[in-house]
């Protein structure tokens, strides 16, 4: 059974920075795109950021240039590396795993909270 290990949320300042890992288990068929999704209260989870096996990224427009999306495929772990977080950046962050027979996996989520 696929599982999804989050780690890295938390509570900071405005400007500050945090990183996320999601360490993936039980993967059968090979991992093809991994990614962070988030759902602040009230609104519907959008995507932050994904990275394909081969290294390909995609971002939401709203954190280009302040986030950072990376992977390391031996240890089947993504991070997503958050920097000048803002408020508008708290939410609940969803990690994601797509699977090479585009079985779709989710994590359990973690708190970010951006506030002074």
């Known amino acids: 059974q696929v599982q999804l290990v989050e780690s890295g949320g938390g509570s900071v300042q405005p400007g500050g920075s945090l990183r996320l890992s999601c360490a993936a288990s039980?993967?059968?068929?090979?991992?093809?795109?991994m990614g962070w999704y988030r759902q602040a209260p009230g609104k519907q989870r959008e995507l932050v950021a994904d990275?394909?096996?081969?290294?390909?990224?995609n971002y939401a427009d709203s954190v280009k240039g302040r986030f950072t999306i990376s992977r390391d495929n031996g240890k089947n772990t993504v991070y997503l590396q958050m920097n000048s977080l803002k408020p508008s950046d708290t939410a609940v962050y969803y990690c994601?795993?797509?699977?090479?027979?585009?079985?779709?996996?989710w994590g359990q989520g973690t708190q970010v909270t951006v506030s002074s």
């Open positions: 994601n795993l797509i699977n090479m027979v585009r079985q779709n996996y």
């Open positions: 039980g993967t059968r068929s090979r991992i093809n795109v």
């Open positions: 990275i394909t096996s081969g290294g390909s990224t």
